[in-house]
Each structure stands twice: as structure tokens, then as C-alpha cells.
């Protein structure tokens, strides 16, 4: 079941990656089995999948831009170096899994942030 919560609530569901819906239902996230999803209204702006973040830097509305901003707040309050990050561009409206929109290509991506870390 997913919690109404202002906007202004969402950063901290965000970081403890929990469900989530706005009033107007455009600001949501769910768990999934293969990650955890923030989506505004129905395109997926944020993934977490196998300690992962998976950022939709792709420009929509004004009102996508301001949950993408809040996605990227809600992170930088939480970045302790444990998580990677990375971002995907050209993402089309509706899209509803990052990963896998960009393939083995971000997974190696990923894989070489995670080996340069160390």
C-alpha cells in the first residue's frame, strides 16, 4: 500500500527507499522485485537496483523536472559512498525500467564506477 505524502515529504521516503504517492498521483514510487522505482506520473525517473542508482537525466516538464530534482536532493542527502550512481539520457516519456532501457551498456558502466571505487 502506498502512502500519500506532500512533496516535500518524498526525499526522506526516497532515501529509505519506501512506496510512496503524492495527492495528484503524477509523484509515486513502488518496490519492485527487481529494484526500487520513483516515477513521475508514468515515466520511471529513478532506479535502485543492485546497490545502483539508475537517475533519469532525460528533460521532460516542469513538473517531472521538479520531482528529478527532488530525487537528486533526497540522494545527495544520503551519499555515504556506498551507492553508485548512474545517468541516463534519452529516456522516452513513459519508460518504466531504466536498467534495462539502457542495457549491458550501463551495467558495465556501473560495474566500472564500482572497480575504479576501490
Known sequence: MKTVISNREASAY???RREFRNSTGSFW???YAD???VFSYETAIAQFTDGVWFINDTTYSITTSAHQSK???ALNLTWNGDNDVVTV???PRRAEVLS???GDIARERA???RVSAY
Request: net charge positive; glycine share 4%; proline share 0%.
Open 29 to 31: 514510487a513502488k518496490n
Open 111 to 113: 560495474n566500472r564506477i
Open 35 to 37: 529494484g526500487y522505482f
Open 14 to 16: 526516497i532515501r529509505e
Open 100 to 102: 534495462s532501457r539502457i
Open 71 to 73: 530525487v537528486r536532493s
Open 89 to 91: 539520457t534519452r529516456v
